[in-house]
């Protein structure tokens, strides 16, 4: 029988790969694990965790504004961007810690440090340290894409956002996607002048329609401008700013440029060209039904398979994983009806098919409404609520449902459940209501 260094061996240490090491790790199995740059991965260190925070930061600006209807007077508040970056870069190291004390505590043998494929079953570190593992799995997530045009350079990405040294008086994001729409409310919030520069007709791509027009009237009473149709030729820099010169002859100055245009694998530099592994078009790692590439030894999860790029997909891909190679029976991943959130103010919640997606298979009727959220006259708020289910007319069950407001992100995640379990219309008409909330809209829906 061969000898192997290690049962399992993971590249990448961000959300699925921390999970795959510790749930093997319990089981009883020889673990390692490599990172290049900072335990947690683009979630914790560079990604929904700070985003949460500054979201929660950009928020009181409003909070203040709308106070004062309730009889508050909250004279002058002023925001610092120093402290909150402080404030923010402090919980992160703290989490960072927690990731690393989780794979110490598990036994997992940590190697601080960039790994590369030389077989199918071997790893070479940066110092030249060479392991063998029975399996391998790849977890290295994904990064932002580089804009091609001349001054492309002069951008920065999400990966450079949360170490701002200064707020921007100005900013322009080219790409209209959920990262793009996100950081445009956020750097609203704190007081920017935000312009969103996207080649598509309307942002949000690929969300249901009305939710697509519900944020953009939103986002356009906020202040923030869209320039649909159009996209960047070429940037350079003058007097301390930045000129971008647009598609349909527009020039803009601006303090910052952000480049929000997508991501890609991060499969880069691993020795997959040597193992000659199977890749997609995009360059992701191709996977069968349990997440194993052309290299059968060798498993791949999460953002490098450009599946279904969220945080929990990859942590539930983990739990699959161990379970296909070190259980009774393999587990296929369940990607079906994934609730999903994007943090815009106002938020939106989805889950299941948009009406566009529904209408081409199914015979549906639409139950949607708008409405004012109470105390938004006193808090002279003109932000519509949208609530909308996509319901299929033979069986009555619910194909999808589409919220904008406050708290859609929490509700989303409760009608995932229901939707999962299948829930029809009817039953939505056969639960009490909740009053008053926002949420009660959603079972009197007709």
Not at 100 to 111: A, G, M, P, T
Not at 216 to 242: T, W, Y
Request: proline share 2%.
């Amino acid at each position: 029988m061969e000898k192997y260094d290690f049962d399992l061996f993971i590249i990448g240490a961000g959300s699925g790969g921390v999970r795959a090491a510790r749930l093997a790790s319990k089981l009883g199995k020889r673990v390692g694990i490599a990172e290049e740059y900072r335990f947690g991965g683009t979630c914790v260190i560079r990604g929904c965790v700070p985003k949460k925070l500054m979201v929660f930061a950009s928020s009181y600006s409003k909070i203040f504004q709308e106070s004062t209807g309730f009889g508050w007077d909250c004279k002058a508040p002023f925001f610092s961007w120093d402290k909150f970056s402080k404030s923010m870069n402090s919980e992160i190291d703290r989490l960072e810690q927690i990731y690393n004390e989780l794979l110490l505590s598990s036994k997992v043998k940590i190697f601080q440090q960039k790994a590369k494929l030389t077989s199918s079953n071997s790893i070479i570190l940066n110092d030249k340290t060479e392991v063998t593992s029975k399996y391998v799995l790849i977890a290295t997530g994904g990064e932002p894409l580089k804009l091609d045009i001349k001054g492309g350079d002069l951008t920065i990405t999400s990966n450079d956002i949360f170490n701002l040294k200064h707020l921007p008086q100005k900013m322009v994001i080219i790409g209209g996607g959920y990262i793009a729409c996100e950081f445009a409310s956020i750097f609203n919030g704190f007081g920017t002048e935000v312009s969103i520069v996207y080649r598509g007709d309307r942002i949000l791509r690929g969300f249901d329609n009305d939710i697509r027009e519900s944020i953009e009237k939103a986002f356009l009473q906020k202040g923030i401008k869209i320039l649909n149709n159009c996209s960047p030729e070429s940037i350079r820099s003058k007097h301390d700013k930045f000129e971008l010169q647009l598609s349909n002859n527009h020039l803009i100055s601006t303090d910052i440029v952000l480049s929000a245009i997508g991501r890609k694998p991060n499969t880069e530099n691993l020795g997959l060209d040597i193992l000659k592994m199977d890749l997609t078009k995009q360059g992701a790692i191709r996977v069968n039904e349990f997440q194993q590439t052309s290299q059968k030894s060798i498993y791949a999860i999460g953002d490098v398979t450009n599946r279904l790029n969220l945080t929990p997909v990859a942590i539930r891909d983990a739990v699959a994983l161990i379970n296909t190679i070190f259980g009774e029976k393999k587990q296929s991943p369940d990607h079906k009806l994934v609730p999903t959130a994007v943090f815009t103010k106002p938020e939106v919640g989805t889950v299941g098919l948009t009406e566009t997606e529904a209408r081409e298979n199914f015979n549906v009727k639409i139950f949607k409404t708008y409405f004012s959220g109470l105390g938004s006259k006193i808090k002279n708020n003109q932000e519509k609520i949208m609530m909308k289910l996509v319901v299929c007319n033979r069986t009555d069950k619910i194909l999808g449902c589409h919220i904008v407001g406050d708290g859609a992100s929490e509700m989303i995640q409760m009608f995932g459940i229901s939707m999962k379990m299948g829930v029809k219309k009817k039953d939505l008409d056969s639960t009490c209501a909740v009053h008053p909330t926002i949420a009660e809209e959603i079972v009197t829906l007709s």
